[in-house]
């Protein structure tokens, strides 16, 4: 990005409104700037008639966002701060706008899409997926859960596959996002230019009748009768024990990848998952996403996993407790009662 170019570039493109995150060397990570001016193009545009579509993409060849900003998030758990408590309430209002849009949002998912990127994306009435995309809620790996209506969206995919991906901070590819009920149709990367020239004339219906492709099988569904069974209930320890003694070497390496997450994470992200199944609308799950938020900044794992994966780039937290066995879910129940 340029000194004199904006984090957001808004353009209108004949009946398209283009919001285009503009922090390339970042993959477009939202800071509360980006945040801000996506919002305030939204407020705009849903009242003028000359808008009839919005666009939501990244600049960049590597992804449309690849989540929060984890440098906010470090300084208000190691200060106290509220820093990071303002960027997710207005990160979850954007988050909800889009949601509740009153026009089409059409959201390019190419590339990297991470944590608060899904936030942006996988809430929009249309997700575009591709060959190249990436798309995960990664937070257990920095000692957070994922937030930005996350929950709701992996506690209403089929079966226990949300769950598995929320806990492993796994990635999906563009097949096993739309089997996860993240995005609704894959277009081949190289058509993206042709999508958005369209938008700016024609309903995205229409577009993507034309240009949409059969994606190919999801790895991840096939892999739903051992994720089904271990993944059932609402204990991270017998999920993990049910894991341990599979015979599919996929549901041991899933273990591993558990434990090696923040416990206390695990923990909160099953409770979340679980809470938000029940919910009634995701006004209500974004709710519970700043409480659980607001929670994990009094917890030294998000400072400390933020601290291994980003800040000292040792890749090796010391999490606190350091085991699934040692949480004690008595200081956070009331976060989902």
Not at 71 to 91: C, I, N
Not at 171 to 184: Q, T
Not at 228 to 249: F, N
Request: net charge negative.
């Amino acid at each position: 990005m340029s000194g004199s170019e904006p984090l957001v570039v808004v353009e209108r493109r004949g009946r398209l409104g283009v919001l285009v995150l503009n922090r390339p060397r970042a993959i477009n990570a939202l800071v509360p700037e980006m945040v801000h001016l996506m919002q305030r193009a939204l407020d705009d545009w849903a009242a003028d008639d000359d808008i009839a579509t919005v666009l939501v993409t990244g600049r960049g060849d590597r992804g449309l966002c690849a989540g929060g900003d984890l440098q906010g998030m470090y300084r208000s758990a190691r200060e106290g701060t509220k820093e990071s408590v303002d960027f997710w309430r207005d990160e979850y209002v954007l988050d909800h706008t889009i949601a509740t849009y009153p026009k089409p949002v059409v959201a390019l998912m190419d590339g990297i899409v991470l944590g608060g990127g899904v936030g942006i994306s996988a809430h929009a009435r249309h997700r575009i997926v591709t060959e190249r995309s990436s798309v995960g809620m990664p937070e257990t790996r920095i000692g957070f859960v994922p937030d930005v209506g996350g929950p709701w969206l992996l506690a209403r995919a089929p079966g226990e596959l949300g769950t598995h991906l929320a806990l492993t901070a796994a990635n999906a590819d563009g097949a096993d996002a739309i089997a996860l009920g993240l995005a609704d149709v894959l277009v081949p990367s190289d058509r993206l230019a042709e999508l958005e020239l369209a938008l700016e004339t024609q309903d995205p219906e229409a577009v993507l009748d034309g240009l949409a492709i059969r994606p190919p099988v999801s790895s991840l569904a096939a892999q739903r009768p051992w994720i089904d069974e271990a993944y059932a209930g609402d204990d991270v320890l017998t999920i993990v024990a049910r894991l341990r003694s599979s015979d599919v070497d996929a549901a041991r390496a899933a273990a591993d990848d558990i434990e090696a997450r923040s416990p206390t994470a695990v923990v909160l992200t099953l409770a979340a998952l679980r809470r938000a199944a029940t919910l009634p609308d995701l006004r209500t799950a974004l709710d519970q996403d700043l409480a659980v938020s607001t929670y994990l900044l009094s917890v030294p794992d998000m400072a400390e996993g933020i601290r291994a994966q980003v800040i000292d780039k040792d890749r090796s937290p010391r999490w606190d407790p350091p085991t699934l066995a040692a949480v004690d879910p008595a200081p956070f129940t009331h976060l989902f009662t």
